[in-house]
Nanobody
Framework: QVQLVESGGGLVQPGGSLNLSCVASGITFSTFALAWYRQAPGKQREMVAG???????TYGDSVKGRFTISRDNAKNTVYLQMSNLQPEDTANYYC????????WGQGAQVTVSA
């Protein structure tokens, strides 16, 4: 059974930082492309950042220079470091893994508010 479990969400003030983690089980982690998506109320889900099997990364335009995605294959974990958070970053953040099949985590809420 495949599971992706996010952690690290919460409430942060504008300009603050948060780090998300996603631990995977049931997959050969190192062979999967990974990504973080987010979905705000009333909006479509959008890709925030992605990292390929060999470590190349890509970012959504709205988070470039503020967010960093990384992976630790030994720990079956993908991370999202978020800095200079703004209210528009408020959303439910989802971990995503893809190879021939796709898998999603249950989401972690990030709220940016004063």
């Amino acid at each position: 059974q495949v599971q992706l479990v996010e952690s690290g969400g919460g409430l942060v003030q504008p300009g603050g930082s948060l780090n998300l983690s996603c631990v995977a089980s049931g997959i050969t982690f190192s062979t999967f492309a990974l990504a973080w998506y987010r979905q705000a109320p009333g909006k479509q889900r959008e890709m925030v950042a992605g990292i390929m099997e060999r470590g190349s990364t890509t970012y959504g335009d709205s988070v470039k220079g503020r967010f960093t995605i990384s992976r630790d294959n030994a720990k079956n974990t993908v991370y999202l470091q978020m800095s200079n958070l703004q209210p528009e970053d408020t959303a439910n953040y989802y971990c995503y893994a893809a190879r021939m099949d796709e898998y999603w985590g249950q989401g972690a809420q990030v709220t940016v508010s004063a």
